[in-house]
C-alpha cells in the first residue's frame, strides 16, 4: 500500500525548503528511519527519514525544487522488497564490481554515476560538490570503500603533471558553475544588509595571553580529569565577554525599528565553519555557566555543525557574538555584526611579538582584537572601554574569579 513522504514542518521563520539531495532512488530498498532525502532551507539541513522497511514507489519532488511546510515529496511502498527491486540491488552490484575490474570502463559516464550512488549519502555529497570522479579516489575504508576523507586528500594532492590532450588547446582557461546553497545565499543577504543598514566600525586592542596560556598548563590536567571537558581560550572569553556585557549594557542590546531593546540575559553565539557555510549556534545563559559548561557546549556544536545537525533552535536569538579567524591563521580582521545584534568580538591568532614592559623589551604571546559595533547605537566611549574591559580580564584571570 503506496504512502505519502511529506516535508517536515518549517518553523515559522522558515518559509519553504530546496530539494538537496535524495539518498533513494525509486524502486531501491529502504530500512525504517533510513535517511532517504536532505532538505536545505536558509538555515539548516533537515532529513527526511523513510516511515518503514519498504520501496521508493515515486519522486514526486526532484533535486533543487522547492517544497513547502508537509509538502508531499514522494511516495513510499511499505512492506517486503520487491523482486525487481532485488534484482536491481544484485546488479547495481554486479556493475560496480565490473568498472572495478575494468579500469577503462571507470571513463563511463553510466559507469560513473554508478560508482558515485554506491557510496555513503556524505560521500555521493562530497563527491558531487568537488566535482571529483569517484573512479579517481583511492579508498580507505572497508572493502575498499571511499570515505569523506579519501575525497579531501583527493583534493588536497597536488595535480600530476601531464601533457596537455591534443584537442585542447594550450592555455585554455576553464570554469566550473555551480548554483549557491540556500544557506550561503542567507548568509550572504544578511552580510550585506548587515553593512548596507548598520553604521558598523571597528575598534581594535591586544591583549597579551601569557597569564590564560600559564593558567591553561598549569590546570588543563586536573580541569579535564574533574569536568571531562578541555580546557580551551574560548571558555575565558566568554565569560570576559560575558562580563564586559553586564558592564555595558548597549552593547547587549538591539535596534527594533525606533525602539532600543535591551536584554537582561546573555546570550552568546560562537561563529562556526561548516561544510555549508557560517553557522552561529548560541550559548545560552552564559552568566550562569561554567568554564566546563562552555567548553562542553561549544565542543556540542561544534560536532554538530560538522554533521549538518544543527537544528533552528540552536541558532535562534543570541545576543552578543564572537568569532575566531585566528582558527584559520587571521592576524587581524574586521568581523561583520550578526543583525539584529550590535556588536561582534573577533578573536585572532596567538603571535610572539616584542613588547615594552617596564622599560624592558619581552617576547610576549600577543592576540589582536576587534570589536565591530553599531554607531547608531554604541559610542565609541562605549565601544572601547568594553573591549579594554575583556582585555584587563583576560590579562589578569583573576578578575573573573573574584568578580572584580
Known amino acids: 500500500?503506496?504512502?505519502?513522504?511529506?516535508?517536515?514542518?518549517?518553523?515559522?521563520?522558515?518559509?519553504?525548503?530546496?530539494?538537496?539531495?535524495?539518498?533513494?532512488?525509486?524502486?531501491?530498498?529502504?530500512?525504517?528511519?533510513?535517511?532517504?532525502?536532505?532538505?536545505?532551507?536558509?538555515?539548516?539541513?533537515?532529513?527526511?527519514?523513510?516511515?518503514?522497511?519498504?520501496?521508493?514507489?515515486?519522486?514526486i519532488k526532484n533535486e533543487g525544487d522547492t517544497v513547502l511546510s508537509a509538502e508531499v515529496i514522494a511516495q513510499f511502498e511499505e512492506g517486503a522488497v520487491s523482486g525487481a527491486a532485488q534484482t536491481q540491488a544484485v546488479q547495481s552490484e554486479e556493475k560496480v564490481e565490473q568498472a572495478a575490474a575494468n579500469t577503462e570502463a571507470g571513463n563511463s559516464p553510466i559507469v560513473e554515476r554508478q560508482q558515485v550512488q554506491d557510496q555513503a549519502p556524505a560521500v555521493r555529497k562530497a563527491l558531487t560538490e568537488s566535482g571529483v570522479a569517484a573512479a579517481d579516489v583511492a579508498g580507505t575504508g572497508r572493502g575498499g570503500r571511499i570515505t569523506k576523507e579519501d575525497v579531501a586528500n583527493h583534493?588536497?594532492?597536488?595535480?600530476?603533471?601531464?601533457?596537455?590532450?591534443?584537442?585542447?588547446?594550450?592555455?585554455?582557461?576553464?570554469?566550473?558553475?555551480?548554483?549557491?546553497?540556500?544557506?550561503?545565499?542567507?548568509?550572504?543577504?544578511?552580510?550585506?544588509?548587515?553593512?548596507?543598514e548598520t553604521a558598523m566600525l571597528t575598534t581594535f586592542n591586544e591583549v597579551n595571553m601569557k597569564p590564560i596560556m600559564e593558567m591553561r598548563a598549569q590546570y588543563k590536567a586536573a580541569f579535564e580529569k574533574r569536568h571531562g571537558a578541555r580546557l580551551g581560550f574560548m571558555s575565558f572569553f566568554v565569560k570576559a565577554a560575558t562580563e564586559a556585557l553586564k558592564r555595558y549594557p548597549a552593547v547587549n542590546a538591539s535596534i527594533d525599528g525606533d525602539d532600543i531593546v535591551y536584554h537582561g540575559y546573555y546570550d552568546i553565539g560562537v561563529a562556526v565553519s561548516s561544510e555549508r557555510g557560517l553557522v552561529v549556534p548560541v550559548l545560552r545563559d552564559t552568566d550562569r555557566m561554567n568554564y566546563a559548561e562552555v567548553e562542553n557546549g561549544i565542543r556540542a556544536y561544534a560536532a554538530k555543525a560538522r554533521d549538518g545537525k544543527l537544528g533552528i533552535e540552536d541558532m535562534t536569538g543570541g545576543t552578543f557574538t564572537i568569532t575566531n579567524g585566528g582558527t584559520f591563521g587571521s592576524l587581524l580582521s574586521t568581523p561583520i555584526l550578526n543583525?539584529?545584534?550590535?556588536?561582534?568580538?573577533?578573536?585572532?591568532?596567538?603571535?610572539?611579538?616584542?613588547?615594552?614592559?617596564?622599560?624592558?623589551?619581552?617576547?610576549?604571546?600577543?592576540?589582536?582584537?576587534?570589536?565591530?559595533?553599531?554607531?547608531?547605537?554604541?559610542d565609541g566611549k562605549e565601544a572601547v572601554g568594553f573591549l579594554v574591559t575583556i582585555k584587563e580580564l583576560l590579562e589578569e584571570p583573576a578578575r573573573l574569579i573574584l568578580d572584580l
Open 155 to 196: 583534493q588536497a594532492k597536488p595535480a600530476a603533471p601531464a601533457a596537455a590532450p591534443l584537442s585542447v588547446a594550450v592555455g585554455e582557461r576553464i570554469e566550473k558553475r555551480v548554483p549557491m546553497t540556500r544557506l550561503r545565499k542567507r548568509v550572504a543577504e544578511r552580510l550585506l544588509a548587515a553593512t548596507q
Open 1 to 59: 500500500m503506496a504512502t505519502e513522504i511529506k516535508a517536515p514542518v518549517f518553523p515559522e521563520s522558515v518559509a519553504d525548503g530546496t530539494i538537496a539531495t535524495w539518498h533513494k532512488q525509486p524502486g531501491e530498498a529502504v530500512s525504517r528511519d533510513e535517511v532517504i532525502c536532505d532538505i536545505e532551507t536558509d538555515k539548516v539541513v533537515l532529513e527526511v527519514v523513510a516511515p518503514a522497511d519498504g520501496t521508493i514507489a515515486s519522486i
Open 339 to 378: 543583525t539584529p545584534q550590535t556588536a561582534i568580538l573577533g578573536m585572532h591568532k596567538i603571535q610572539e611579538r616584542p613588547m615594552a614592559v617596564n622599560g624592558q623589551v619581552e617576547i610576549l604571546p600577543m592576540m589582536y582584537l576587534a570589536l565591530s559595533y553599531d554607531h547608531r547605537l554604541i
